[in-house]
């Protein structure tokens, strides 16, 4: 089970930080990501991190201003956004998968991040 949490409305150039608690989390499960879906819009990418190791990787869009982190003893995963744009308006939804296959099986309730001009 994923919980999101932490979206909000915030100005241009301001910052939010998202949280996802996963529970009942298994060895399969070792892939965590961000995805964003926007009005009219399909679901993208964000970000993404390895459980173990902490390899992260991220959308061209999101480079240099958006961090994904993890904390392994409290079983949640980060974003932390800087430097917002309105563009960065979305649902944030968190996934889990497995890093081996790429692939997310489960999923979060989405988290609304709104930046305003």
């Known amino acids: 089970q994923l919980q999101a949490s932490g979206g909000g409305l915030v100005q241009a150039g301001g910052s939010l930080r998202l949280s996802c608690a996963a529970s009942g989390r298994t060895f399969s499960t070792n892939l965590m990501g961000w995805f964003r879906q926007a009005p009219g819009k399909e679901r993208e990418f964000v970000a993404a991190i390895v459980w173990i190791g902490g390899r992260t990787n991220y959308a061209d869009s999101v480079k240099g201003r958006f961090t994904i982190s993890r904390d392994n003893a409290k079983n949640t995963v980060y974003l932390q956004m800087n430097s917002l744009k309105p563009e960065d308006t979305a649902v944030y939804y968190c996934?889990?998968?497995?890093?081996?296959?790429?692939?997310?099986?489960?999923w979060g309730q989405g988290t609304l991040v709104t930046v305003s001009s």
């Open positions: 996934g889990a998968g497995s890093a081996r296959s790429g692939t997310y099986d489960y």
